[in-house]
C-alpha cells in the first residue's frame, strides 16, 4: 500500500494508542509543525524525521532511552520528553537541532550533572526541565543544582519552572568559587602524596 500523502497536514496527534513502531512507508512529512505522541511505546526517536517544518514534539509517556535517531530537524524548538527511561545521553546520540529552546525531561532518570551539561551543544537552548529525575530528588538543595547548572552555562533563562534572577546568577559565581578552591585543594593534595612517594623511593 503506498504511502498515504496529506500535503497540507500540519498537526498530527498519535497519543493513547500504545504504538510501537510506524509503518516503514513513512518518512516524515515536510509541513508537519506539532506532533502529539503521549503516553505510545516508542523506544527511540527514529519515527520523527525528515520534517523540516516540525517546531514541537511531544513525546511523554514512551520508553525512550535515548535521543538517538534524528535525522533532518531543523526547526524544532520544543520536546517534551517527560515520564520516559533516559539515564544518560551519550555524545554519539546526540541530534543536530540548532533551534532547539525548550526540553522537557521531567521524571526520567538522570542522575548526574554530566548528562545535563552535554545538553548544551544544544546552542539555542534555554529552558530545561529535570524535575523528579534522582538528580533532583537526591540533590541537598535546589539551589545548589540550580548554581551548578547556571555555572556551566550562564546562559540558561529558565531551569525546572524557575527563571533565573541576579540571585541565582550570584549563587552560580559564588558556586564556581568554591569548585574551584575544592579542586586545587585535591590537586594540592595530590601533588604531596606523589611527592611523598618519590621521597619514599
Known amino acids: 500500500m503506498p504511502a498515504l500523502k496529506l500535503p497540507k497536514l500540519e498537526y498530527l496527534d498519535i497519543s493513547y494508542n500504545k504504538l510501537e513502531k510506524v509503518n516503514e512507508s513513512w518518512l516524515g512529512h515536510e509541513k508537519l509543525r506539532i506532533i502529539k505522541s503521549?503516553?505510545?511505546k516508542f523506544k527511540n526517536l527514529a519515527p520523527f524525521k525528515s520534517m523540516p517544518k516540525l517546531e514541537e514534539l511531544y513525546m511523554a509517556?514512551?520508553?525512550?532511552?535515548?535521543l538517538s535517531g534524528w535525522e533532518n530537524?531543523?526547526?524544532l524548538k520544543r520536546l517534551h520528553l517527560r515520564k520516559n527511561k533516559i539515564d544518560k545521553i551519550p555524545e554519539e546520540d546526540l541530534p543536530d537541532l540548532p533551534a532547539l529552546e525548550y526540553i522537557n525531561l521531567r521524571r526520567n532518570e538522570i542522575s548526574k550533572l554530566d548528562v545535563i551539561v552535554r545538553l548544551f551543544q544544544f546552542k539555542a537552548l534555554v529552558d530545561i526541565n529535570v524535575l523528579n529525575n534522582p538528580i533532583d530528588i537526591n540533590s541537598s538543595s535546589k539551589d545548589v543544582l540550580?548554581?551548578?547548572v547556571l555555572h556551566k552555562n550562564p546562559a540558561i533563562k529558565r531551569f525546572n519552572k524557575?527563571?533565573?534572577t541576579e540571585k541565582n546568577l550570584l549563587q552560580a559565581v559564588h558556586f564556581g568559587k568554591y569548585q574551584w578552591m575544592k579542586d586545587e585543594?585535591?590537586?594540592i593534595r595530590k601533588e604531596a602524596l606523589e611527592a611523598g612517594k618519590k621521597d619514599e623511593d
Open 185 to 187: 585543594e585535591e590537586r
Open 73 to 75: 530537524l531543523p526547526s
Open 146 to 148: 540550580f548554581a551548578q
Open 38 to 40: 503521549v503516553d505510545n
Open 61 to 66: 509517556q514512551n520508553m525512550i532511552t535515548t
Open 162 to 164: 524557575m527563571a533565573v
